[in-house]
Nanobody, 122 residues
């Protein structure tokens, strides 16, 4: 069982930045592809970004492309989401996810964190 713990959420003004972190309990962290999703009240969960096992490949939703960057440190079993130029529409609960298969829109990763809240004010 992989346990994922997110941190780094908070309140930020539009145009600002936040960095989310997700620490995994799994010693074989490098065996998992990692991803970030988000969900706003009343909306469906939305794919945000994903990264391959070694970190060489990354994928982004069109809505965050060029503003968000996903990265990972396999030595620390941690994945990050750097969020720049934040907009009010980025407000959501952000969830870290892990799977042995590639994470992509429309797929449901096997392991999930508890989420961290991000609020972007005008």
């Amino acid at each position: 069982q992989v346990q994922l713990v997110e941190s780094g959420g908070g309140l930020v003004q539009a145009g600002g930045s936040l960095r989310l972190s997700c620490a995994a309990s799994e010693r074989t962290f490098s065996s998992f592809t990692m991803g970030w999703f988000r969900q706003s009240p009343g909306k469906e969960r939305q794919f945000v970004a994903a990264i391959s096992r070694g970190g060489s490949s990354t994928y982004y939703a069109d809505s965050v492309q060029g503003r968000f960057t996903i990265s990972r440190d396999n030595a620390k079993s941690t994945v990050y989401l750097q969020m720049n130029s934040l907009k009010p529409e980025d407000t959501a609960d952000y969830y870290c996810a892990a799977d042995v298969f590639m994470i992509a829109p429309g797929r449901n990763p096997r392991y999930w964190g508890q989420g961290t809240q991000v609020t972007v004010s005008l």
